[in-house]
């Protein structure tokens, strides 16, 4: 009798571990074309849950997460965790073509974010093409759970995200920069989460401030390749790709 109770009380505390390692938070990103007016004039440009920027992902070091991604675009989409390291498990790290083929149109999948050392603020966005223009937003990584900031407790956090709005769609400003091989056309304003600000007609009524802010990595020629091998020792070795993994 005592023994059996002893099992089940293992039976169970074991169906705990499991359901608390199961406990992962779960997200759904909804890639979608939606209409927003900017500068006086209204286009479709590609969002997540139809916010631009993006949602706010509000974690923890050492947290796992689920992001569903279903693209509803007319174009394949990748979205990129930046920053986060995803040790041996690079499956939904996001570049097309690099570490997954891309979600194609109509298409879901599941990707698994872990933040293992990472901890402030960074962002995600899509990894193909200039998506990203308008695909992205802000992840906030406070520190382990029951640990303290190396800095007094802020009393509210606001993420600034810098970003740039053409009037023309971003796949023709894109695509005619491919054809003539030079630089993009310059964008007609700069935003602050989403806003150009008072300068330009048609703002949201409001005090902003202006920032430059232009990447263009690769047309700088700020470009490599590395080639990674999968390690030997079983800590080194990379997990097997998740069974919804995009096919090409
Ligand atoms: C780029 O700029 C040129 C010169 O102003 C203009 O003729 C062209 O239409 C622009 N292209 C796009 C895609 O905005
Ligand atoms: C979308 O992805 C599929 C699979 O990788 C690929 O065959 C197709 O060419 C891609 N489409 C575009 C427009 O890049």
Redesign the pocket.
């Known amino acids: 009798m005592r023994a059996s109770k002893t099992l089940c009380l293992g039976c169970l505390l074991f169906l705990i571990g499991i359901l608390r390692c199961k406990a992962w938070a779960q997200y759904t990103f909804v890639v979608e074309e939606t209409p927003y007016k900017r500068l006086c004039s209204t286009k479709n440009i590609l969002t997540v849950n139809g916010q631009f920027p993006g949602p706010t992902l509000y974690v923890h070091k050492g947290d796992t997460i689920i992001v569903d991604v279903y693209n509803k675009a007319k174009y394949n989409i990748t979205i990129h965790w930046h920053g986060v390291k995803q040790p041996r498990y690079p499956w939904s790290d996001g570049p097309e073509y690099i570490t997954q083929c891309p979600i194609q149109s109509g298409a879901k999948f599941s990707q698994k974010v872990m933040f293992s050392t990472e901890e402030g603020t960074s962002w995600w966005h899509a990894h193909n093409d200039w998506s990203r223009a308008t695909v992205h937003g802000a992840i906030v990584i406070y520190p382990k759970k029951d640990s303290s900031y190396p800095f007094p407790k802020p009393d509210a956090e606001v993420p600034i995200i810098f970003g740039e709005w053409?009037k023309?769609p971003i796949m023709?400003?894109y695509h005619?920069m491919l054809i003539i091989g030079g630089d993009p056309?310059v964008s007609d304003a700069y935003t602050i989460n989403g806003q150009p600000g008072d300068l330009y007609p048609c703002s949201m009524q409001g005090v902003w401030f202006m920032h430059c802010h232009i990447e263009r990595h690769m047309t700088w020629g700020m470009d490599t390749a590395f080639i990674v091998r999968n390690g030997v020792p079983l800590n080194t070795h990379l997990l097997s790709p998740p069974p919804d993994m995009p096919p090409c």
């Open positions: 053409w023309k023709e400003v005619e056309n």
